[in-house]
């Protein structure tokens, strides 16, 4: 059994940074493929960021590449997303999920999930 705790997230402007951190418990984050999507209102849940087990790899949506980055704290047993250059778009739910079994941009794929929070970027 997994547990993810979130914490994060708020109101930002554009062109601001924000980090959103998952807190994990029940295996090490090293150990297991971790990821981020988020879900606007009236979408459905899309990717955004994952890391394979062992960080073979790493995984960006073509929406966020070059702004946001997927990163790890062992010591913490914590995966992070840095969010930077913030768009309007960005604007969602943010989930981080674990433990893939599938295809790793898929949520279908994730067994475990953070609570979520709010990313809201607006002026």
């Known amino acids: 059994q997994v547990q993810l705790v979130q914490s994060g997230g708020g109101l930002v402007q554009p062109g601001g940074s924000l980090r959103l951190s998952c807190a994990a418990s029940g295996r090490t984050v090293s150990s297991i493929s971790m990821g981020w999507f988020r879900q606007a209102p009236g979408n459905e849940r899309e990717f955004v960021a994952a890391r394979s087990a062992w960080s073979l790899n790493t995984y960006y949506a073509d929406s966020v590449k070059g702004r946001f980055t997927i990163s790890r704290d062992n010591a913490k047993n914590t995966m992070y997303l840095q969010m930077n250059n913030l768009k309007p778009e960005d604007t969602a739910v943010y989930y981080c999920?674990?433990?893939?079994?599938?295809?790793?941009?898929?949520?279908?794929?994730?067994?475990?999930w953070g609570q979520g929070t709010q990313v809201t970027v607006s002026s």
């Open positions: 999920a674990a433990d893939v079994s599938g295809q790793i941009r898929s949520n279908t794929s994730y067994k475990y």
